[in-house]
């Protein structure tokens, strides 16, 4: 059994960059696929990016695409999200989440089992 925790959410001006954490504990999560999901008030549940159990394999949502980098440092068991050239629309919790079944990143929330309590981001304009 594996637990993940975010970190690193906050205020950020539009243009701007941050970045993000999520920490495994328990079971190693190193083997794992994980990934990083947002959810702002109103709207469902939105894939962002993916990473293979290597970290070879990446998979972004295109709203995203060229500006977040999801990586992963294995003996840290965690996870980062780094974003850059934020704008309002970013604006949502973000969680992290481990597909601890499956072996391949999944852009579909019901393929992963393990869910972080979230980390606020806010863009301002």
């Known amino acids: 059994q594996v637990q993940v925790v975010e970190s690193g959410g906050g205020m950020v001006q539009a243009g701007g960059s941050s970045r993000l954490s999520c920490a495994a504990s328990?079971?190693?999560?190193?083997?794992?696929?994980m990934a990083w999901f947002r959810q702002a008030p109103g709207n469902e549940r939105e894939f962002v990016a993916g990473?293979?159990?290597?970290?070879?394999?990446?998979n972004y949502a295109n709203s995203v695409k060229g500006r977040f980098t999801i990586s992963r440092d294995n003996a840290k068991n965690t996870v980062y999200l780094q974003m850059n050239s934020l704008n309002p629309e970013d604006t949502a919790v973000y969680y992290c989440?481990?597909?601890?079944?499956?072996?391949?990143?999944?852009?579909?929330?019901?393929?992963?089992?393990?869910w972080g309590q979230g980390t606020p981001v806010t863009v301002s304009s």
């Open positions: 989440a481990a597909r601890t079944r499956g072996a391949i990143v999944t852009p579909t929330p019901a393929g992963y089992d393990v």
């Open positions: 990473i293979s159990r290597s970290g070879e394999l990446t």
């Open positions: 328990g079971r190693t999560s190193s083997n794992y696929i």
